[in-house]
């Protein structure tokens, strides 16, 4: 297949990258000559074409993979440059897209997004099994071609992805819920905790490791975010209204003593974030193990970790690191599968002389 790809930045040349190691032919188009010119010498792309209307001359699909602002604009302008091609495009909003589709173009249109991506950016950046086991969203309308959905939906799965077809609107109000609504709360309690001071003391002086967990996505690209908020905004607002309900429940529950209430809360959200890690592991929620390691602020000591569970064939299936400081160093929580890897890999760890224990998720600090 003679693919076109609009924007050559990380998900753009990741996407050429495992497309060419699929054996298509991949025309790029940056209107950044440097950015072009680094995705063809990385292997992003057969060839850079100088203009868009270039890329799609001859292909038989067109993708855009540039910020949501400037989707709609170019998915215009390739239907315009090619009167048969397949066009699709990878942003994180759907519903404005698909609204602005010409009317003779919207049989050829399927809009898309996958759920994947880096804070890395560039096509310095991209690497060709980013797509792999990522949901990748097909927001085809009631006008697009049944035959052009099928023939990409087969190539998202190509690409190693698990394409899942939905309504632009549905989309819309799934990832306002998943990703968009985090943002907006990571930025808010970021900027609360800056700007706090209780009787003088700066609380962002004093953060700890859930704090940094719960604001790291705080911040972000600024220009990228206030396109996609603004351009999701009704599902945002939606979503956001259905926080804002469930912070009342929770102040209501503290006001009046409600323990048992706090304990379903607390209960049925620890259940949730087990189910998403198992689902990214495709395993039971009950065969993964939480575990606390205490590590020392010295060189390779992660590495050192890493390395014993490896030569134990112990698979590390999550793992984050939260320091605490230069003296007490910090701990490294990882998630194995199955009771067996769990008390393996605490015996491993205690054997290198860490101190490694089981935990729930979320423990105090």
């Known amino acids: 297949m003679k693919v076109a790809i609009a924007g050559l930045g990380l998900m753009g040349g990741s996407l050429g990258l495992a497309l060419r190691e699929r054996g298509h032919d991949v025309t790029g188009y940056d209107r950044d000559p440097a950015e072009a010119a680094t995705a063809v010498e990385r292997g992003c792309a057969d060839r850079a074409a100088a203009s868009l209307a270039e890329a799609c001359a001859d292909a038989d699909l067109v993708v855009v993979a540039t910020p949501v602002s400037a989707i709609a604009g170019l998915v215009a302008e ?70 052009r959905l099928a023939q990409l939906h087969a190539l998202v799965g190509e690409v190693g992805a698990r394409p899942v077809v939905v309504d632009p609107d549905q989309h819309d109000r799934i990832v306002a819920l998943t990703s968009h609504v985090p943002h907006v709360l990571a930025n808010v309690l970021a900027l609360q905790v800056a700007e706090g001071d209780v009787d003088g003391h700066r609380p962002l002086d004093t953060t700890g490791g859930s704090f940094r967990d719960m604001t790291r996505v705080a911040g972000a690209n600024p220009a990228m975010w206030i396109d996609i908020l603004l351009d999701n905004r009704a599902a ?34 620890r259940e949730a974030r087990r189910e998403t890690l198992a689902r990214a592991h495709r395993t039971a929620p009950a065969d993964l193990v939480d575990l606390v390691v205490s590590v020392p602020d010295r060189p390779g000591a992660i590495s050192a970790i890493a390395l014993a569970l490896s030569a134990n064939g112990i698979n590390i299936e999550e793992f984050a690191l939260t320091h605490i400081s230069p003296e007490s160093g910090g701990e490294i929580r990882i998630v194995v599968a199955g009771d067996a890897q769990a008390d393996r890999a605490v015996e491993v760890l205690r054997a290198e002389g860490c101190a490694a224990f089981r935990a729930e998720p979320g423990g105090a600090e």
């Open 236 to 269: 945002v607002l939606a979503a956001l209204d259905d926080a804002r309900g469930r912070l009342d429940a929770v102040s209501r529950a503290l006001e009046a003593g409600d323990a048992e209430y706090l304990a379903q809360w607390i209960g049925g959200a």
């Open 78 to 147: 390739a239907l315009a440059a090619n009167p048969t091609a397949t066009v699709t495009d990878i942003g994180s909003t759907k519903g404005q897209i698909m609204a602005a589709v010409p009317a003779p173009g919207r049989a050829r249109m399927v809009g898309g997004h996958p759920i994947c991506g880096s804070e890395a950016h560039g096509a310095a950046a991209a690497r060709p099994e980013l797509y792999g086991g990522a949901t990748w969203f097909l927001t085809p309308t009631l006008e697009t071609d049944p035959e």
